[in-house]
């Protein structure tokens, strides 16, 4: 951990660091962590976790998850913690926040399930039994993102107009809370998504997305959030059709997807004719 230079500034993390690894690394069920977060690439400030990655041996997950409570209690006096509702295919995660108030975030892997990817590209090894976990963080290097399965790519396209339509509903009925509920839900779920997938990027959410987009792009997401008022929410919709259009004609060309445009169309019509209708 003198590596980290980030630590060098943040002795509180610093502290829960090394008693979290002090908790592990004579446990023979579990054999690596791996830091990760901005205080494995450096820019950590007061305010970020402190991620770890806890790879436990296949057979022995279960046990070691079950005893999360006992581990963040031989950690440290903690102020909340509470567990994380497991990612199929992924990680099982409790959280910790402790006095300072600094949150931990305990990742628990399977070793099976720690595969060469962008995950694990140049995530500091603080234990490694047999060296296996380095070697998977070494292949990680350039791994660039994921490939999505053109299923899961024709799916959020029908899916995206299915919430057009609902939220669009929702707009007319006066449920508006509900309506900028669904405008989140597509801005979450598909437009962030697909800016990433146009860009050549990992997928993370809205982390730190405020740096990632260039002008023109940050403002036409910017145009997707609205306040609570019908016209303001109908001009937030027309706005994510116009940046998930956009999106997706980058992302299906550069995977070689086709799709019908028909649907949309049809959802897109019936939208902007029942608006100059009921709506303005």
């Not at 791994?143 to 669009?168: I, M």
């Not at 959410?205 to 016209?231: I, N």
Request: negative net charge; proline residues 7%.
């Amino acid at each position: 951990m003198d590596s980290l230079t980030a630590l060098n500034r943040l002795p509180q993390h610093r502290s829960l660091l090394e008693r979290a690894v002090a908790r592990f690394r004579d446990d023979d069920r579990v054999p690596g962590l791996v830091l990760g977060g901005s205080l494995a690439l450096g820019g950590a400030d007061f305010y970020s976790d402190v991620d770890l990655y806890v790879i436990v041996r296949d057979e022995a997950l279960d046990p070691v998850f079950a005893e999360r409570d006992a581990a963040a209690q031989a950690i440290g006096s903690s102020l909340f913690r509470f567990t994380v509702e497991p990612v199929p295919g992924g990680s099982r995660d409790y959280i910790v926040t402790y006095p300072g108030p600094v949150k931990l975030d305990l990742m628990y892997y399977r070793e099976s399930e720690v595969e060469p990817g962008p995950k694990w590209e140049d995530r500091p090894v603080l234990k490694d039994d047999c060296g296996s976990v380095a070697e998977v963080v070494s292949r990680s290097a350039g791994f660039g993102p994921e490939r999505p399965a053109p299923e899961v790519l024709v799916e959020l396209d029908q899916k995206f107009w299915t919430w057009c339509w609902y939220v669009f509903g929702k707009i007319l009925r006066g449920e508006l809370w509900e309506a900028l509920d669904g405008l989140h839900t597509i801005r979450s779920l598909a437009l962030v998504p697909l800016l990433d997938r146009a860009a050549g990027r990992p997928h993370e959410g809205y982390r730190r997305l405020e740096r990632k987009l260039e002008p023109r792009t940050s403002s036409l997401l910017t145009a997707t959030v609205a306040s609570l008022q019908p016209g303001m929410l109908y001009a937030a919709l027309q706005a994510e059709i116009a940046l998930f259009r956009e999106l997706r004609a980058i992302v299906f060309d550069r995977y070689g997807l086709t799709f019908d445009p028909k649907p949309g169309e049809i959802i897109e019509e019936e939208i902007s004719r029942r608006w100059a209708e009921d709506g303005s």
